[in-house]
């Protein structure tokens, strides 16, 4: 029984040696959050103010801090940063999407000239913010042509809205437009989602001038967005995205 102990007690003596026996560190709420601004202050040259913070659960293994650049909006600016403890790196692992914020007046910008070789009149709206964090790859210096890498997880994928003045595609197959919208997003390696409306003439400036104030809904959508014939819905829809190890786009029709 004795010699049994020692085999045993030996045996955990390795394990140890091998893969550390040593407890996880336990943090106060107030040490995370201190670590989360320095890391965030490290990571891109400036200061950041905490806005929330949920702990980890069962369901979900990982800290949620929600924060805000000092030099930006509480409101608008406000991204997701997530820590855990590694055990393999014996450290509190941090990432971030900050980058959504960083760049979106920029991305706006690009693809504003990308629709623009397609269509005249128009206007878009990008979401590029992310409830999750995007891969630590991303930093103030990405440009938009390395946004894409193959086969990487927790890249960005914007979310463009385009709204078209109705004269703009008189006499035009808004399907080709589509296509040729979407395939000009995958040309340039841009994974999207991309949803399309025709909005009629005499609604056009008022809704673009308004467009963070209505509220499209079942009630009113008529009102605002043309629907081609035969169409049940006026929302147009594309997707481009990786598929074995290739970009790709998919096209359909909202129902």
């Excluded at 949803?195 to 963070?212: A, E, G, P, Q």
Aim: proline residues 2%; glycine residues 4%.
């Amino acid at each position: 029984m004795k010699i049994r102990l020692i085999y045993f007690a030996l045996i955990l003596v390795m394990i140890c040696g091998l893969n550390g026996c040593s407890k996880e560190p336990s943090y106060s709420i107030d040490e995370k959050k201190q670590m989360v601004l320095e890391y965030l202050e490290k990571k891109y040259g400036e200061k950041f103010d905490g806005v929330s913070y949920a702990p980890s659960e069962v369901l979900k293994q990982h800290d949620e801090f929600w924060v805000y650049p000092q030099n930006g909006n509480k409101k608008n600016d406000v991204f997701i940063v997530t820590g855990s403890y590694s055990k393999e790196l014996k450290k509190y692992v941090m990432h971030d999407a900050y980058f959504g914020i960083l760049i979106h007046d920029e991305y706006l910008k690009y693809v504003n000239a990308l629709v623009h070789a397609v269509i005249d009149e128009f206007y878009i709206t990008v979401d590029t913010k992310s409830d999750n964090p995007y891969t630590d790859r991303y930093t103030k210096e990405t440009e938009i042509k390395d946004l894409y890498l193959k086969n990487e997880l927790r890249g960005i994928y914007p979310y463009v809205h385009i709204y078209i003045k109705q004269s703009s595609v008189k006499d035009k197959n808004i399907d080709n437009i589509v296509k040729e919208i979407t395939e000009t997003m995958k040309d340039n390696n841009l994974e999207s989602i991309i949803t399309l409306v025709v909005v009629f003439d005499y609604k056009y400036d008022y809704f673009v001038n308004n467009i963070s104030k209505i509220k499209i809904n079942d009630d009113n959508r008529k009102e605002y967005y043309v629907y081609e014939k035969d169409r049940k819905s006026p929302y147009y829809k594309s997707l481009v995205y990786e598929n074995n190890n290739n970009l790709e786009i998919d096209i359909w029709e909202e129902e």
